[in-house]
């Protein structure tokens, strides 16, 4: 794969197309201006809501107007993260987070004036104005919290202090992809390789353990450099949102969230229950990965290297080719929804210093989603574009079935969507005759279920954890935050790995501390695909149907209701313990792939 020092160097055809949702800035200032006239109007709905008529046309309103600053927030963001350093983009993005603060707060009339309807009035609206069945299922869920919002006043002061929210994750990502030199390494070969936050876990994955451990090294040293920074970025996010829970009378951030997702606690004490009952299912994948490596003693830095003596680079059209071959068990309508990702050029692949590290899909209630990568030819990157691509086509099916209004879907969902098409693309290398793509199917199973359930269950245990701490009245310091992951990372993988100098540093560079408990929706989606995609792969009767009615489930269905559209209880421990299950049996394969002889295809 190409490296390209800027955003200039890179092909057209590997840049994310946006002029479908507008041609250039100007065009985009044109629709701020606009919209900056035109939603002041929302007020004078102010005090009629209780009106059927007058609720109805403010709820077309209100979303229509939501739905056209989401657009402008997508074309900014993206905008944004291709370019970092680029002033214009900077400002745009502020700007449409500013409108966006401007509307929460004209509108925020709008929940108060619900919840002081009695519950009579509140019925009689659907009767006095059967339009209003459209929304019903988003008002009966703003109702519902009528013990949680407070006055009109009161959380229109909530909505201009909570302004600058966003700002936490956007400087902890501004301090580690552009701000900091890492340095340098030389690879095997000589060459001499700029170290980057969208880089390091490519670097982590090199051949040479000298290069692995020297990477990893200077990265941790220079993270080392503003662990105080940073935890004080985490700490202050995390007081923060203990203040607004306690505000909107929750007892906690978490009771706050669970409420929100509409998913009881039991289903994730009973996956933590079944990780750390079977945490040996990880200890065995760590001595596989020693025995693969054949050392001595396995370092954190050596647990992503490439098990497979097959080294292939892949180019974006091959990934692009692999891609569709193996998602063709979907049927042609989802092959067709991915030449249309491909084609019309919704994917921004290529890295380069002052671009966001990582992969994302971002999607509104009118455009296709876009994707953000950082490929680097890898097999990981190829999982990488199937797992984006997932949530992208997800998006495409539910906005064919779905209002405006209902065009999303809990991230204790969406995952489902983005890691089945992990699973299918490995599962695809298992039907080779060659011994090498199979064991690299399997290697990347493992992977998969490693980083999104382990590894998801340990650093989520990790977030509940530092939540706990502050409101026992404590500060997040660096000194704490590394030795809860060491101990946390240790009570789940006992002896079976070292963790080295700044392995405990991880806490810094995870931008989902960010968002809430999200790191939870991994281990409850990967769980629920591992055992989908293998359905799907043994053409269970009426499979593929059922997953696209689950794929095209908006957020008038709550997550308990969509799975069931699978057949699958997520309130059922047995879930868990299967899922582990499968990963523990692909570990035994594993090793007796391993004493096969070599191919002869």
Not at 456 to 481: F, P, S, W
Request: charged share 25%; glycine share 4%; aromatic share 12%.
């Amino acid at each position: 794969m190409k490296e390209y020092k800027n955003r200039l160097e890179v092909p057209e055809k590997y840049k994310v197309n946006l002029t479908d949702m507008y041609k250039n800035t100007q065009e985009w200032y044109q629709e701020y201006n606009q919209i900056l006239n035109e939603y002041p109007k929302v007020e004078k709905y102010k005090g009629k809501l209780g009106n059927a008529t007058d609720l109805y046309d403010f709820l077309c309103e209100a979303t229509l107007i939501d739905s056209r600053i989401t657009d402008l927030y997508i074309y900014a963001q993206v905008s944004h993260d291709t370019e970092l350093a680029n002033e214009e983009f900077s400002i745009m993005k502020n700007k449409i987070l500013q409108l966006n603060s401007e509307f929460n707060q004209i509108s925020a009339f709008f929940a108060p004036e619900i919840l002081r309807l009695s519950k009579e009035k509140f019925q009689n609206l659907f009767k006095e104005n059967p339009k209003l069945n459209d929304f019903q299922v988003y008002l009966e869920e703003i109702y519902s919290e009528k013990d949680h919002i407070l006055s009109e006043q009161e959380e229109e002061m909530i909505a201009l202090l909570t302004e600058t929210f966003q700002s936490y994750e956007d400087i902890s990502s501004s301090l580690i992809n552009s701000e900091h030199d890492y340095g340098t390494i030389r690879l095997k070969n000589g060459e001499i390789k700029k170290i980057a936050a969208n880089n390091i876990s490519f670097l982590r994955s090199n051949s040479s353990r000298t290069v692995r451990k020297n990477a990893q090294r200077k990265f941790g040293q220079k993270l080392k450099q503003y662990e105080d920074t940073a935890s004080d970025l985490l700490y202050n996010y995390i007081k923060n949102n203990i203040h607004l829970a306690k505000i909107h009378k929750y007892n906690s951030p978490w009771e706050e969230k669970l409420l929100d997702i509409h998913i009881s606690n039991e289903v994730f004490e009973n996956m933590k229950t079944s990780a750390k009952k079977n945490a040996f299912a990880l200890q065995n994948y760590y001595r596989l990965i020693k025995k693969i490596l054949n050392v001595r003693t396995l370092h954190k830095y050596d647990i992503r290297v490439p098990w497979n003596k097959e080294e292939k680079a892949y180019t974006i059209e091959e990934a692009q080719k692999l891609i569709k071959e193996a998602l063709k068990v979907l049927g042609n309508d989802y092959i067709e929804k991915i030449d249309k990702v491909f084609e019309n050029h919704y994917i921004d692949y290529c890295q380069y210093k002052g671009k966001v590290n990582g992969g994302y899909s971002i999607s509104g209630y009118k455009y296709p989603s876009r994707i953000m990568l950082s490929f680097n030819g890898t097999f990981d990157d190829v999982l990488t574009i199937a797992h984006e691509v997932g949530h992208s086509i997800h998006h495409e099916y539910i906005c064919a079935k779905n209002l405006l209004w209902y065009r999303e879907t809990s991230t204790f969902v969406a995952e489902v969507a983005s890691l089945t098409n992990e699973f299918l693309v490995n599962q695809f290398l298992l039907s080779s005759k060659r011994k090498e793509q199979r064991l690299l199917g399997i290697e990347n199973i493992l992977k998969t279920f490693e980083n999104n359930f382990f590894g998801a269950v340990i650093e989520g245990e990790i977030e509940q954890k530092m939540y706990d701490y502050v409101m026992d009245g404590n500060v997040l310091t660096a000194d704490y935050l590394n030795a809860l992951v060491l101990e946390n990372f240790q009570d789940y993988e006992q002896k079976s790995v070292v963790n080295d100098n700044y392995a405990e540093l991880s806490w810094i560079t995870r931008s989902h501390y960010y968002s809430d408990f999200y790191l939870y929706s991994y281990a409850l989606c990967v769980a629920v695909a591992i055992v989908l995609a293998n359905r799907i792969i043994h053409k269970e009767e009426n499979i593929v149907n059922k997953y696209k009615e689950f794929l095209s489930s908006g957020s008038n269905l709550q997550p308990k209701e969509i799975y069931q559209k699978l057949g699958i209880n997520i309130e059922d421990p047995a879930i868990f313990d299967e899922a582990i299950k499968y990963f523990n049996n692909y570990i035994q394969e594993y090793n007796l792939i391993m004493e096969e002889g070599e191919s002869n295809e």
